[in-house]
């Protein structure tokens, strides 16, 4: 004898973010430093709720006050609210200072490294580093030609495209950026690695290779982004 049985079963899920930006603004930076230090009282005092605690090691914070005019172009300088600080509390209760760092100062977060004076040297570095490790893979790999293509299209390129929304490049950084993969996979795929921008850009249905240009993704992306949060 077979039995059936019928179990409902509620499911709850839960997100959670480890990583997270607090935005304070205004007029008098002090004024701003003590609001945003109660946010994050009480930022700390809801993650103690669910047992969790703000990580000390991992928090910074920027005070960025005004631009000033500087060889044509607006440059960022930071506030001056004194002997200012502002903490957290550790697990163990104990009061914290929080780092300050200057404006032009890169910090990472999510991956992806930013300073609100738009500084981008590190994030470059990182980006062209990651290049030319793969191109290094590539090139010492045994893959086909046809594999050697599609992994720049589905690994390195992708993995290049993720930050490029926070971003603010030139074309010749994303130019000098992708140059090494390119480098290394064209010829793999039994292509020139100095082709042509424009065949190998090109949509593979007018005969080109469509390999990623990250300028143009870097600018399709953000515009899709302004619209949509617009």
Not at 62 to 81: E, F, H, S
Request: glycine share 6%; proline share 3%; net charge neutral.
């Amino acid at each position: 004898m077979c039995c059936y049985f019928k179990n409902l079963f509620l499911l709850v899920g839960f997100a959670f973010v480890d990583n997270c930006d607090l935005i304070q603004s205004g007029q008098d930076p002090r004024v701003v430093a003590e609001s945003m230090q109660a946010v994050i009282r009480e930022w700390g005092d809801l993650m103690e709720v669910t047992g969790g605690a703000l990580e000390t090691k991992k928090s910074y914070w920027y005070l960025l006050i005004d631009y000033k005019w500087v060889r044509g172009k607006w440059t960022a300088v930071n506030g001056d609210v004194g002997d200012f600080e502002l903490s957290v509390q550790s697990v163990d209760n104990a009061k914290i200072s929080i780092e300050r760092l200057d404006c032009n100062k890169e910090s990472e977060m999510l991956g992806i490294w930013m300073a609100p004076s738009g500084e981008k040297k590190h994030m470059v570095a990182q980006m062209r580093e990651t290049a030319l490790d793969w191109g290094a893979r590539v090139c010492l790999g045994n893959a086909s030609p046809t594999d050697s293509l599609a992994a720049l299209h589905t690994t390195i390129a992708m993995k290049l495209k993720y930050p490029l929304a926070a971003l603010t490049l030139t074309e010749k950084e994303c130019n000098h950026i992708m140059a090494l993969a390119i480098r290394a996979a064209l010829p793999k795929a039994g292509f020139s690695g100095s082709m042509s921008s424009i065949f190998r850009h090109a949509p593979i249905a007018s005969l080109g290779l469509n390999v990623t240009d990250l300028y143009t993704t870097m600018g399709t992306t953000r515009t899709a982004l302004l619209v949509h949060h617009s």
